[in-house]
């Protein structure tokens, strides 16, 4: 591995050390209440899909409410970069009595599983913090034929958006990419078939009543508003997108 990516994951796992050791996020966090029905469907997709499946948690750090997952799943692995992460995660899966659960440092690029060992990959927040070609790659080699990879991430077209992670360097890492359109185009050249579900444009005036009756309402209307917005090019400037890849069964 080259100099400038022992460095980049260097970097990475300092940052998400400290963070899962104390959030460095708190001021950003009230805005997520703008698309929490995209990461609400987000859960509610990988839930399905899990059934009966081997999967892999794709940066186990991650908010994911995991024993709602691992219940039905046949095998649950996770890994992460760092180790603060791992043993958070294998901590609460004692307390849960998830038995078909195990958890290991790794990193995401260089996944030491055999070829086609999962079913479904899945995760949030991690992938816009990789090299997408290594990561596509190393994906489609451990996933079975017809298996999915699903991810929910943040876009980076949305000029507003970027201005304040411009003003905002301590809630991201100095090498993480909010994810271009020309980013899913790569992605062809690994998997058989993707999907692209948009969340997040409008919805953003519903924070200053967030987590009320009325805030929901509007969430709800805006979000209406976002679903028809995003059959146009406007997608593209959305803030967070749920990405399905699919390996083409042989």
Not at 32 to 47: L, P, T
Not at 233 to 245: I, S
Request: hydrophobic share 40%; aromatic share 10%.
């Amino acid at each position: 591995m080259e100099n400038g990516s022992l460095q980049r994951l260097e970097n990475e796992r300092r940052f998400h050390d400290q963070r899962f050791t104390d959030e460095t996020r708190g001021e950003q966090e009230s805005f997520y209440a703008a698309i929490k029905h995209g990461s609400q469907g987000f859960g509610s997709r990988v839930r399905r899909l899990a059934k009966n499946a081997d999967l892999l948690e794709y940066g186990c750090g991650a908010a994911m409410r995991r024993h709602l997952v691992a219940s039905s799943a046949r095998t649950l692995t996770g890994i992460d970069i760092t180790q603060v992460a791992v043993d958070s995660a294998a901590h609460t899966a004692r307390e849960q009595g998830l038995d078909n659960t195990c958890f290991m440092v790794m990193t995401a690029e260089e996944l030491r599983f055999a070829d086609n060992s999962f079913d479904l990959i899945f995760g949030r927040g991690i992938i816009h913090h990789l090299d997408l070609a290594t990561c596509y790659r190393s994906l489609s080699r451990v996933l079975r034929p017809g298996g999915t990879a699903i991810f929910w991430e943040p876009l980076g077209h949305n000029v507003l958006l970027n201005f304040d992670r411009e003003h905002t360097p301590q809630a991201r890492t100095i090498d993480e990419h909010p994810l271009m359109r020309a980013d899913f185009m790569l992605a062809e050249r690994h998997f058989g078939a993707w999907m692209l579900t948009f969340c997040g444009r409008t919805t953003i005036l519903s924070v200053p009543v967030r987590d009320t009756s009325f805030g929901d309402r509007m969430l709800a209307l805006l979000g209406e508003l976002d679903a028809a917005l995003f059959k146009t090019p406007v997608r593209w400037y959305a803030w967070h997108v749920m990405m399905e890849l699919q390996k083409a069964r042989k």
